[in-house]
């Protein structure tokens, strides 16, 4: 897969601009470098003991977790203008855990859309070995954002996934809640 390959793709569906998280923030940014205007690129976090879902270092220096006066540097400086995908789920916290609070804080503060997983993700059988000792399917249900939401009232948030087919009508209910969330329909597409 090439930059080239995956314009030609975007232009092909009518894709304005993509998300690029992950583990490699240097292949983002190449991409970005590359096509400024069609990518955008976000932290992915947390990762279980720094390892991300698919087996890559991710902010291993912090136990998974990216330095906060970092990110926002990175949000200052245009290099990053979203936060997510935010891992939770994989690594088995509510949304509303106090380790991601400054995280929503500072999106809020920073006028940063916030992608989280919304939904229940692989099945055990499904994902890599070692992978996720602590996932929790459960807290992909999009109404734990509630208590997020109501702290931070300015937050942008996108529903990643849509709540896949086990909490879809609860990513409905939580948008039509909350018009600062919305949701995308990776994955389900």
Request: hydrophobic share 40%.
């Amino acid at each position: 897969m090439t930059v080239e390959s995956v314009l030609a793709e975007m232009d092909e569906y009518n894709v304005r601009f993509a998300v690029l998280s992950g583990a490699d923030n240097q292949l983002a940014y190449a991409w970005q470098r590359a096509a400024p205007s069609r990518f955008r690129v976000g932290a992915s976090f947390p990762c279980t003991d720094g390892i991300y879902p698919r087996m890559y270092p991710c902010f291993a220096e912090n136990e998974g977790w990216p330095d906060i006066k970092w990110l926002e540097a990175q949000f200052a400086s245009g290099r990053m203008t979203v936060m997510g995908e935010l891992l939770y789920v994989y690594y088995g916290i509510s949304p509303f855990d106090e380790r991601l609070q400054p995280y929503f804080a500072l999106a809020e503060k920073m006028n940063i859309p916030v992608g989280v997983h919304a939904a229940d993700g692989p099945p055990p059988r499904g994902r890599p070995e070692g992978c996720c000792p602590n996932f929790n399917a459960d807290m992909g249900n999009p109404l734990l954002l509630k208590p997020v939401l109501e702290q931070y009232p300015r937050l942008k948030v996108w529903l990643m996934h849509a709540g896949e087919i086990r909490f879809h009508k609860e990513a409905i209910e939580l948008m039509q809640e909350f018009p600062n969330v919305y949701a995308d329909m990776s994955i389900l597409n």
